[in-house]
């Protein structure tokens, strides 16, 4: 059950980041101005993109699965 919830939330969360990239024009999304400061204008951003939106919405796809499939990965 835990990895259904962690699954869920995950996948909730990276969904959120997608949406404050689309329809808030990144609002809320404090740490990306830092990134893009250290890292450039589009590393930052690929950084970012990839930790807060596709590792979240691929572990919360696999905790799902995991459930469906019976696996206790917690």
């Given at each position: ?9 995950a ?7 997608i949406y404050l990239r ?13 990134m ?16 807060y939106t596709?590792?979240?919405?691929v572990v ?10 019976g696996?206790?990965?917690?």
């Amino acid at each position: 059950m835990a990895s259904l919830i962690f699954g869920i939330f995950a996948l909730l969360f990276g969904f959120y980041t997608i949406y404050l990239r689309i329809f808030k024009d990144s609002q809320g999304l404090e740490k990306l101005d830092s990134m893009k400061k250290t890292y450039g204008e589009k590393a930052g951003l690929y950084i970012h993109v990839i930790f807060y939106t596709i590792i979240p919405i691929v572990v919360g796809l696999l905790g799902i699965v995991a459930y469906i499939l019976g696996i206790h990965i917690f």
